[in-house]
């Protein structure tokens, strides 16, 4: 049973434009939740996390939403350049406990 | 500030082999993890452990899989007898302590190929 689910395994999206990635997840204990991003034949990088005490967290071209009543996250790259090319994890984690629940991943991909 | 140190990158094993994966995790860190990912599929939890303890293993095959982190030294991934389903790269990560909302940062992996 996957409680961290990434629907998308895939999405293409001109350079220049919005790139919108989306989490769901189904264990209402979750309360710390963040994004990773993935070259293939290299280990994930952090990229951005927020709190389930917020709804929006912003760090340059990167902001995740996060609506609990929809257990619904989402992660936006603007404007989406070339190197953003990666698979992107989508984790969570309850509080004080042990790693991370991960997602499948989405591969981005960003057209010229 | 060296990040996580996996060794080795990449490891190949014949079945019935045992293989022996490290993992140094970053300078100030004492909580490492141990990720396992098959192709195709996300990262999937095996192990948890501080210093000298396992604290969750609940990820981990029942049999074969084995993981340590000692006092001294880097934190080793044990799998023994070896089968062509163990191919997978396996990420360690490390975060300072286990307290809720922490990043966890990952190292560069090590690809296991069972041949």
């Known amino acids: 049973d996957q409680q961290v689910k990434q629907n998308s395994p895939s999405l293409s999206v001109q350079e220049g434009r919005i790139s919108i990635l989306n989490c769901d997840y189904t264990?209402?204990?979750?309360?710390?939740f963040l994004w990773y991003k993935k070259y293939p034949a290299e280990g994930p990088t952090f990229l951005i996390s927020?709190?389930?005490?917020?709804d929006k967290n912003e760090d340059g071209r990167f902001t995740v939403f996060l609506n609990k009543s929809a257990k619904h996250l989402s992660l936006h790259i603007v404007p989406s350049q070339p190197g953003d090319s990666a698979v992107y994890f989508c984790?969570?984690?309850?509080?004080?406990?042990?790693?991370?629940?991960f997602g499948k991943g989405t591969h981005l991909i960003i057209q010229p | 500030n060296a990040g996580v140190m996996q060794n080795p990158r990449h490891l190949v094993r014949r079945r019935g082999q045992e293989a022996r994966l490290r993992c140094s995790p970053m300078?100030?860190?004492?909580?490492v993890y141990w990720y396992r990912q098959l192709p195709e599929e996300g990262l999937k939890f095996m192990v948890y452990?501080?210093?000298?303890?396992?604290?969750?293993e609940s990820g981990m095959p029942k049999e074969r899989f084995s993981a340590e982190f000692p006092k001294e030294g880097p934190s080793i991934l044990r799998i023994q007898q070896v089968v062509r389903g163990d191919s997978a790269a396996y990420f360690c990560?490390?975060?300072?302590?286990?307290?809720?909302?922490?990043?966890?940062?990952f190292g560069e992996g090590s690809w296991l190929t069972v041949v």
């Open positions: 264990n209402s204990m979750f309360d710390y």
């Open positions: 927020i709190s389930s005490i917020k």
């Open positions: 984790a969570a984690s309850e509080g004080g406990a042990d790693g991370l629940t």
């Open positions: 452990l501080q210093k000298e303890n396992i604290i969750d």
């Open positions: 300078k100030g860190h004492s909580h």
């Open positions: 990560a490390s975060s300072p302590s286990a307290s809720g909302g922490n990043t966890i940062y």
